[in-house]
């Protein structure tokens, strides 16, 4: 079992910043990979951004040179730095830990708002 909590979300004006928490608990040896989705109203969630286990990432083009994905393993914290916001990236954030061996898992968070005003 595998429990995730987002954090750091709120209301913040285009061209500012945020970063965003996911703190993990429970059995996390089983975890190969953790990222972030997100989802706008009316619109498919989305993947934003995922750390692998070797520390390689990826981003979706919307958030390449803007986004940064990383991780305390210390802490079992992932994060999401987000620079240069924009009003298309208001979305609710969900962080996401998968397990890429048999028997595959996919965990989830509930989410954290951010709005980004213009």
């Known amino acids: 079992q595998v429990q995730l909590v987002e954090s750091g979300g709120g209301l913040v004006q285009a061209g500012g910043s945020l970063r965003l928490s996911c703190a993990a608990s429970?059995?996390?040896?089983?975890?190969?990979?953790m990222g972030w989705y997100r989802q706008a109203p009316g619109k498919q969630r989305e993947l934003v951004a995922i750390?692998?286990?070797?520390?390689?990432?990826n981003y979706v083009d919307s958030v390449k040179g803007r986004f940064t994905i990383s991780r305390d393993n210390a802490k079992n914290t992932v994060y999401l730095q987000m620079n240069s916001l924009k009003p298309e990236d208001t979305a609710v954030y969900y962080c996401?830990?998968?397990?890429?061996?048999?028997?595959?898992?996919?965990?989830w968070g509930k989410g954290t708002l951010v709005t980004v005003s213009s």
């Open positions: 996401n830990a998968a397990r890429h061996s048999y028997p595959y898992r996919n965990y």
């Open positions: 429970g059995s996390i040896s089983s975890i190969n990979a």
């Open positions: 750390i692998a286990s070797d520390g390689s990432t």
